[in-house]
């Protein structure tokens, strides 16, 4: 075998008098004697707002690259076959189908969380919060809705209402236990998508792609 000669015991330095660099592995910081400043792997808030927002995109894009996000989309899709659009009933098999996140958005989700640990104190990282999100879309406390992706689209765009019949998930237990660490704006935005159902949204079965500027 390749470097059976090889005894790595001698190799092993265990003098660490002029290591740089040493660490504290129960509180997961590093440090250096020779300098005044420490880097913990957690942190318990930001400096300023526009930090603050760049992690919680960070997070949010980690999450949708992962690949357990995508195995739990592929689930409700390939598995327990919700794989048609909900407004025009188009399958997968004709057309492209996405799962939508609806309520809460994955963005406000990803907020919730990282607000959540500093109001409460709870030291956090990155993957502590890519963690809870990915938890809660496994414990079925997200809702989400199967679009077309021109569907999709117009949502996105502002210009597509979806009933909150047609939402999949245990949406209200988000509600329930999240939203008061949201701000103003972004419950305003779960209260408006709430209030939409099949009687009140701006089309019909008869009429939307009139109604949402289809073709």
């Not at 300098?35 to 957690?42: C, G, T, W």
């Not at 407004?87 to 959540?116: G, Q, W, Y």
């Not at 502590?128 to 199967?146: K, M, P, S």
Request: hydrophobic share 35%; glycine share 4%; aromatic share 10%.
């Amino acid at each position: 075998m390749a470097g059976a000669d090889i005894n790595l015991g001698e190799l092993i330095k265990t003098d660490d008098e002029n290591v740089e660099i040493k660490s504290n592995t129960e509180t997961l910081e590093i440090y250096s004697e020779r300098h005044p400043f420490s880097l913990a792997l957690r942190i318990s808030n930001f400096e300023n707002e526009a930090m603050y927002k760049k992690f919680v995109k960070n997070c949010e894009m980690i999450i949708r690259r992962s690949i357990e996000y995508k195995e739990w989309r592929n689930y409700i899709v390939d598995v327990l076959q919700i794989n048609e659009c909900m407004i025009t009933h188009e399958k997968m098999t004709d057309v492209t189908i996405e799962v939508h996140h609806h309520m809460p958005s994955l963005f406000i989700l990803t907020t919730a969380l990282v607000n959540k640990h500093i109001e409460e104190n709870i030291d956090f990282c990155t993957f502590d919060i890519c963690q809870e999100a990915i938890e809660l879309h496994f414990q079925n406390r997200v809702g989400y809705v199967t679009l077309l992706k021109s569907m999709h689209e117009k949502f996105h765009n502002g210009k597509l209402d979806i009933p909150i019949d047609y939402v999949q998930g245990d949406y209200n237990y988000f509600v329930r236990e999240y939203s008061k660490y949201l701000d103003e704006a972004d419950i305003e935005t779960l209260q408006a998508r709430l209030a939409i159902n099949e009687h009140n949204c701006s089309w019909t079965r008869d009429n939307y792609q009139e109604a949402v500027g289809g073709n």
